[in-house]
C-alpha cells in the first residue's frame, strides 16, 4: 500500500525533498515507514534515535501501524519558540 | 488565538482576541501575562544574519492546543493565546507571542511561562539560523507530548 | 518608557520602545515579558461601575526610576518599562503595563514580576472604585521605599 | 515660615483639599506639618500610622526637618497596579 512521508527542517533538507510517496507493506508500523526512509536516504539515518512521529497531523508513536493513504511526518528535535 | 503566521506578530491584537473570549464567557479578567521571543543577534558567538522558522503547521496547531488544555487542568480559568511566526525573520522580529489572562497576576505568569516552556518541548517548530559564513539548524528537544517527565519539568519551572 | 498617563496603554507601544533603549545601548534582548493590569467588573462581591486612578505623578515616576534601578542591581541587564494609567477607567482597561526585555526568558519573567510587586508596594497611585451603590477608596500598602524587608518579599515572589 | 501640603486620594477627599499652605515654626519637621494637617481637619487623623510623605516629590521620613517653600505630600496607603 502507499503512504505519503513529509519530511521536515533538517530531515527535509538532507533528503532533499519534503514529501515522499513510498509502498509498505500492509502490515508495516511507522518504524517499518521510517526504515524505508532511511534505506533510501541513508543520509537521515543518524536521527534514528532523535526522531519524533505523527500520523495524519498527530503525534504518534514509531509502532503505530500506517494505513493506505496515511500521511506519516517525521520531525527532527525541535527549536521553536 | 492558537496559530501559526508568516505575518508580523502583535502582543496587543493577541491579548485583545484572548480578552475578548474570556468575556465572551462571561468571565473577566485582571492580570494579562505575555511573552515575546525576539530573534537575537548573535548565537553562540557568531553574528546572525537572519532567521528562518519553519513548522508543520497543523501539527503545530494541535500542539498549541493541547498546551492550552493541560494550562486549564492546573488553572482552570485561565485564557492562552499562542501564535508562532514562520519564515524569514529580521534580528529584533518576534518569533512567538503568548498570552496568559487569568484573575490575578500570579496566575498569569504562571501560565504564560508554562505554555513557553511546552512550546520549546513539543511543538514542530525549527529554527534555521543564517551567518555570515553559513547556516545552522537548531536542534533542542525531542519532541514527545506524552512525556509526563517534560511536562512535570514544565510544571515545576512554571511554578517554581 | 517610565511614566504616568492619562492615554490608553499599549504593549506593543511600551515594549517597542524598551527594545529600542536595549538596542541604542549596543545589545540585544532575546526574551520580553509583559504585565498588563486590567479593571475587573467585580470587587469583593460587588459590581464595578468604573475606576479611577490617581497618581502623585512625579513621584510616581521616582519611583518607577526606584524600581527599574533596583531590577539593575539584580539584573545588571534587564531594561523596563513601567507605564500607569490615571483618570476614569473602564472594565477592561488596562490600569498599568510593564515591559521586562532580558536576553532570556527566565529574567524576563523575573524582572517583570518583581516590578508589579514593587509598584503595588510603593508606588504613589490610588484606586478608587464606584459601585452601582457607592464608591471606595482601596487602601493597601503603606509606602515606603526604604523598607528592605518588603523589597526582599518582591525580590523572593519574583525569583521564587 | 511657610510650606505647600498636598494630599492625595481618601485624604484629599475627607481634607476637602487637594493643596494647603499653612504656617509652620522654622523647626519644623514633617511630623510637625503633619499635627497642623491633622488639627486643622481632624478627620485625616486616623491616617496617623499609615500615612507616608514626600517633600519635594521625593519620599521622606516624618521625623525629616522642613524649609520655607517645601512642598510636603502625604500619602494614604497605596493601590497602584
Known sequence: MRVTVRLFARLRELAGAEALTIDVPTDATIADVWRQVTDAHPSVAPFDRAISCAINASFARMSQPVSAGDEIAFLPPVSGG | ?160
Do not use: N
Open chain 2, 1 to 160: 488565538m492558537l496559530a501559526v503566521t508568516r505575518a508580523p506578530l502583535s502582543v496587543d491584537a493577541l491579548a485583545g482576541a484572548v480578552e475578548a473570549s474570556v468575556r465572551a464567557r462571561g468571565k473577566g479578567c485582571g492580570a494579562v501575562a505575555s511573552f515575546a521571543g525576539l530573534v537575537r543577534a548573535t548565537h553562540q558567538g557568531r553574528a546572525v544574519r537572519y532567521l528562518e522558522y519553519e513548522a508543520f503547521d497543523a501539527l503545530a496547531v494541535k500542539t498549541f492546543e493541547q498546551i492550552r488544555d493541560e494550562a486549564r487542568q492546573r488553572w482552570p480559568d485561565a485564557a492562552l493565546g499562542i501564535v508562532h511566526r514562520v519564515g524569514r525573520l529580521s534580528i529584533g522580529d518576534a518569533s512567538i507571542v503568548i498570552i496568559a489572562a487569568t484573575a490575578h497576576r500570579t496566575e498569569a505568569f504562571q501560565v504564560c511561562r508554562y505554555a513557553i516552556e511546552r512550546v520549546k518541548q513539543i511543538a514542530p517548530v525549527w529554527k534555521h539560523e543564517f551567518f555570515e559564513d553559513g547556516d545552522a539548524w537548531v536542534e533542542g528537544a525531542v519532541a514527545d507530548p506524552a512525556d509526563e517527565t517534560a511536562r512535570a519539568r514544565a510544571l515545576a519551572v512554571a511554578c517554581a
